[in-house]
Each structure stands twice: as structure tokens, then as C-alpha cells.
């Protein structure tokens, strides 16, 4: 599949392929730092996007002349590419969409016209807004209830609360793979189990996953996964919506235009098949291929090394921050990832963010689209460090004493 060959995890290798890492900011050697809300970009995906709008731009899916089919071709391959990557059956199964954001309110609107009166959607304590929000207005649009599953202090799903909200009610049960504020890793697998016991389909927001971890649907049996281009290296304004057929068959359009119909009169249209049912309008073309693009990146990387290193790097640096006085790790769940959440008694996130940019460290200070998690905690916000395979721990022991010197400095 891959043209290139997938080697042995190698970080200095990896980070040669970033250009953005190689910047200086304030004259400091740019640390990046904040992956959870979004990743650099690798040479053959900014290549991927020179060329396209260089050499090959071109409407899809209706053109007769070459450029068109081209760009066609490449187009679906990106899509059989990711379909490959995550083990759905059928391409079929790969919808484009905007993000993580648009896949979810696709399902909440789409998925939402075949729920009723009294029928539960349970989510989880600390979603992200956008797995909150189009629950909240699918409620309001169609009388459904919204559950919520809560957790302990080190940020885990309480499972046996989880379980006892279960019920033959439930239609849907939407959760996080990975929190973005806590690192907390969920237990999927499980609650996947669990919720087709009680005959609730599942989505899985994989936003914070699929650069992090292998993914198989297949193996999840998740009903939808969920992600955005933008945090798995690939560019902005696309993403996708893993579904399996049945569903996706039941369910109607999300919204209406080209490309999603078979046939239009104007007394009744006739809708496309999948995948272009959900796809009305041009797409982000460019955006398909070149995600396509940031997954052939993904084949070449030993995903587990990745992991492996990744949990190092956020281990160490709680290591060393949890003996900071007044310091306290916001996330201390047994099985997280790669994030380092903090708060620090008496000085407001934005400061020490704010110090840590002078210092050419780039992390995200505030609540992290989780509002909901932050009131649990009693907190306005945290410091968030977030990594990515291609962080090192040169990077973390350079951190760790840019925050000692804005603590002594905000003190
Ligand atoms: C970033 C994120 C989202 C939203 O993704 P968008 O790209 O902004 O649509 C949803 N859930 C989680 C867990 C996230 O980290």
C-alpha cells in the first residue's frame, strides 16, 4: 500500500519531516506542545497541497475531461486509503465531513430523525463541547433525554455508574476514545460491549485517538468513529464520519444539494447512495487527498513505538511537575495518554501560558472545550501540554524549567 516503508520509530527521523519544528519563536527553538489541538503538518502533506492547487485542481465526481478524473481518482483513493487504515468493510463506510464537530451533529441531526420522545443519548462527564452540544439540541428538537455518565477524581469513567444508566432506553451512547483535558484513555472496548447489550448503538469520538493509538472498527464494533484531519497531521476543514452500512442506510441526508442526489424533479428528489448521501456540495477536495496523504505518513510509523513513547514523554513530565509546590496534575487516570493537564494554586493558566510562549513553548491554557469537566474540578482552566510522536524529552526537561521559572516568577 504505502510507498513508504514503515521503520523503527525513530524521533530525529520523524521530526525531520516537520518543517514548523524547525522555527525559531522569540529566538527560542520552537516547542511544540499543543497537539491536542492540532498537529503539524508533514513534508509529503504540505507537497500534496502545493500540487493540487499547482497542478491538478478540479471539480469531482461530474467532470468528463482528465483533470476532473484525476482529481476524482484521487479523491476516493484517499478515502479507500483511510478505510484501509481503520478496517471498516467497505469504503462506502467513509464519510467527509468538516471534522470531528460536523461528523457529530451529521449523526445527532441524521441519526436523530430515527429517535423519539423519551429515548436516552448518554454521554460521558468529560466530553468535549461539540459531544455535548448537538445532544443538547437534538433533546430540544425531539424531546429525547440527555445522560450523563460521571467520573472519579483522577478523571475515569465510573464504570458501574456508567452500567446503571444503561437501559433498554438508551438509543445512543456518545464518548470520548481520549479525553483532550485529562489524557484519560476510556475503556471502549468494554463499553461498546455494554451498550449493544442494552441494544444502544455507539459512537466513539476519536478525535483524540487515531494519531495516538491503532485503530480497527472492525475490532471496536463501534457503530460510528468520529476524528478530525487536523489533529492526525493532515489539513484543516476536513474530517470524517466512520459508520457501518446498515446505519448509515437507515438514515436520512443531513443536508441537501449536488452531488447527495440521484435524481431531482420537482415534485420528489431520489437521494444517492453512500457514501455521497452525506456529501452534498463540492467537498474539501484538496483537503480528502491530502488527508489521504497525512494517512500514507501514518502507515510509515510504528504506531505502537509511538505510543509507547508518547506515554514516556507524559510520564516524565508529570514526574517532574507533580513536585512543584502548589502544582496539581488535573488527570491522573491509570490508563491516559500523552497529555499533562495542570493547575497551579493562586496563579491563573493564562499567566503561565503566557510566560511559557516568551519562552518559544507553545501549550493551550484555559478549559479546553469541556466547561462541564472544569466546574467538576472547581476550576477556570488548566495549563495543558499535549504531545505528539515527534516530541522529545530534551523538549520536556527544557519545559519543566521554563514552568519552574514563570512559577518563581508569578510568585
Ligand atoms: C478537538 C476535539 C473535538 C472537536 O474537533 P474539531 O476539529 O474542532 O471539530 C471533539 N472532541 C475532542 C475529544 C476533541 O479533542
Known sequence: MS??????????EIREEFPALRQQIY????????????????????NAINLFYSKENANIHRGVHYMSQKATTEYEAARQRIQHYIGARKSEEIIFTKGTTDSINLVAFSFGQLLSSGDEILISAMEHHSNIVPWQ????RQGCILKVAPINQRGELIMEEFERLLSPKTKL????????TLGTVNPVKEIIQKAHAVGAKVLIDGAQSIQHMHINVKEL??????????????PTGIGVLYGKEDLLDRMPPYQGGGDMISRVTFERTTYNELPFKFEAGTPHIAG?????????FLESIDMEAAERH??????????????FEGLQIIGEAKNKTSVVSFSVKGIHPFDIGTLLDKQGIAVRTGHHCTQPL??????PGTVRASFAFYNTKEEIDTFVQAVERSLSMLR
Open 3 to 12: 510507498e513508504l516503508e514503515k521503520k523503527s520509530f525513530n524521533v530525529r
Open 27 to 46: 529566538g527560542k527553538n520552537l516547542i511544540y506542545f499543543d497537539n491536542g489541538a492540532t498537529s503539524q503538518k508533514p513534508q509529503m502533506v504540505l
Open 137 to 140: 439540541m437534538l433533546c430540544e
Open 173 to 180: 451512547v456518545s464518548i470520548t476514545h481520549i479525553s483532550n
Open 221 to 234: 464494533d463501534c457503530d460510528f468513529y468520529v476524528f478530525s484531519s487536523h489533529k492526525v497531521f493532515g
Open 288 to 296: 480528502g487527498i491530502c488527508l489521504g496523504k497525512a494517512f500514507e
Open 310 to 323: 508518547e506515554r514516556e514523554l507524559a510520564n516524565y513530565a508529570e514526574g517532574m511537575l507533580d513536585t
Open 374 to 379: 472544569m466546574d467538576f474540578y472547581g476550576i
